[in-house]
Structures are given as structure tokens and as C-alpha cells.
């Protein structure tokens, strides 16, 4: 079975621009997360779909949007990039959005500069 | 300026050893934790969960033990190995017993295996 899949790897983006991540879910899975994790501020939650419905929203600006397919895969939106959206975004997937174990991505390496 | 990063815990055991790695949580309502496994340059690798009606937890080579009483996590690996060098978070659901998907994540414990 395929793991959560997320593209691309590694994105140089520069100030003011906006960029999307893709996420693939693993198969049969209908939750998708999405985290941000910095050195500053570690592993920090930004929203949740399942059944292409956002469920839980993060304290992240407006600019950090996101939205899920009919097919579970999921795209997260930044607009406006600033310096600090430098970061490792990674994807999670379950099977169910209630209280089941969340399978990780390799993540996108956004840099901004 | 430019962001301090944090700083992770460390705890370095011999090969072979146990190892035991601790985290406390914010909520005494929640219900459901998970401790994850970061190795550099990939993502969080789930290892092993447990909910709030267990006080234990055993896989293969780990056993996560759960005290409510002073919401403190451990997770114990047996026999540790060079493979075992990582990064480990513990994380909690928050709202408790809501969307899993809303992960509150501890700062994480770096460990590092020596040969």
C-alpha cells in the first residue's frame, strides 16, 4: 500500500508570490492534515478536510488556505509569501477523522526568500 | 529577527540499552496519544497510540505508558539500536475526543543511539 505521497519536495518561492502543495492520501484514507513544522515553533496544526469539508482550522492567517477533492487528495495554498512561511509542510492522512492514527508524508520544503 | 530554535531535549544510550523518553501533556481531558518518530529529512512516522482508558501499551520493541494523574506520557523502546536514532514527539488531541486531525505536538526529544 502506498504511503501519504506530497509534491513537490523541496520549492524555492520568493516573497509576495503564492504557491500550492499537494497531497495524496493513502488509499482508502478520507481524513486529510495539514501541519507546518519550523524550528522556532516545531509542529504546529493548520486545517483538516474529510469528505471535502475543512473540519479544524489552525491559527494561521488567511493566506494559508487549503481544499480536498472528491478523490481525498488534498492542495494547501499560500499566498503572499513571507519569510517566515519558510518551512516544512507535511500532510497526514487517516482513515477516519475521529481519534485514529494519523500516517504522515515525506513533506514539502518550502523556502521564501 | 531571526527565530531561536527550539530546544530539544537529548538523550543519548548506549546500543542495546532501553530508552526511555517522557512527555508531559496540557489537557487532563484528553483522550487519545500518539508518539511519533522523526528522522532528519522525513516526516513523522507513527510508532504507537494509545487512549485514555489504558494505562499501557506495548508493540514491537516499544511500550507507551499512560499516567493521567499527572498527564505524563513515556515511551519505552527495549534494546535500542542505531535505527532508533531520532526525533520523538508525543502528541494529543485536541479538542479531546474530537478530529484526530487537530494534533497538539510536544516539543520532541532528540535520542541519539551510540554504537
Known amino acids: 500500500k502506498a504511503g501519504v505521497t506530497q509534491t513537490p519536495r523541496y520549492l524555492i518561492k520568493t516573497r509576495g508570490q503564492q504557491v500550492t502543495l499537494s497531497c495524496s492520501p493513502i488509499?482508502?484514507?478520507?481524513?486529510v492534515s495539514w501541519y507546518q513544522q519550523t524550528p522556532g515553533q516545531g509542529l504546529q496544526f493548520l486545517f483538516e478536510?474529510?469528505?471535502?469539508?475543512?473540519?479544524n482550522k489552525g491559527n494561521f492567517p488567511g493566506r494559508f488556505s487549503g481544499r480536498q477533492f472528491s478523490n481525498s487528495r488534498s492542495e494547501m495554498n499560500v499566498s503572499t509569501l513571507e519569510l517566515g512561511d519558510s518551512a516544512l509542510y507535511l500532510c497526514?492522512?487517516?482513515?477516519?477523522?475521529?481519534?485514529?492514527?494519523?500516517?504522515f508524508g515525506q513533506g514539502t520544503r518550502l523556502t521564501v526568500v | 529577527g531571526e527565530s531561536v530554535g527550539l530546544h530539544l531535549p537529548t538523550l543519548s544510550v548506549q546500543e542495546g540499552d532501553n530508552s526511555i523518553i517522557n512527555c508531559a501533556y496540557s489537557?487532563?481531558?484528553?483522550?487519545?496519544f500518539i508518539w511519533y518518530k522523526q528522522e532528519s529529512g522525513k516526516g513523522p512516522q507513527f510508532i504507537i497510540d494509545?487512549?485514555?482508558?489504558?494505562d499501557k501499551r506495548q508493540g514491537q520493541r516499544v511500550t507507551v505508558l499512560l499516567n493521567k494523574t499527572v498527564k505524563h506520557l513515556s515511551l519505552q523502546i527495549a534494546a535500542t539500536q542505531p535505527g532508533d536514532s531520532a526525533v520523538y514527539f508525543c502528541?494529543?488531541?485536541?479538542?479531546?475526543?474530537?478530529?484526530?486531525?487537530?494534533?497538539?505536538f510536544g516539543k520532541g526529544t532528540k535520542l541519539s543511539v551510540k554504537p
Open positions: 502528541a494529543e488531541t485536541d479538542p479531546p475526543g474530537g478530529s484526530q486531525g487537530n494534533l497538539i
Open positions: 488509499s482508502g484514507h478520507r481524513s
Open positions: 497526514a492522512s487517516s482513515p477516519q477523522y475521529m481519534n485514529t492514527e494519523a500516517f
Open positions: 494509545i487512549r485514555s482508558n489504558m
Open positions: 478536510y474529510f469528505s471535502e469539508t475543512q473540519r
Open positions: 489537557n487532563s481531558a484528553s483522550d487519545y
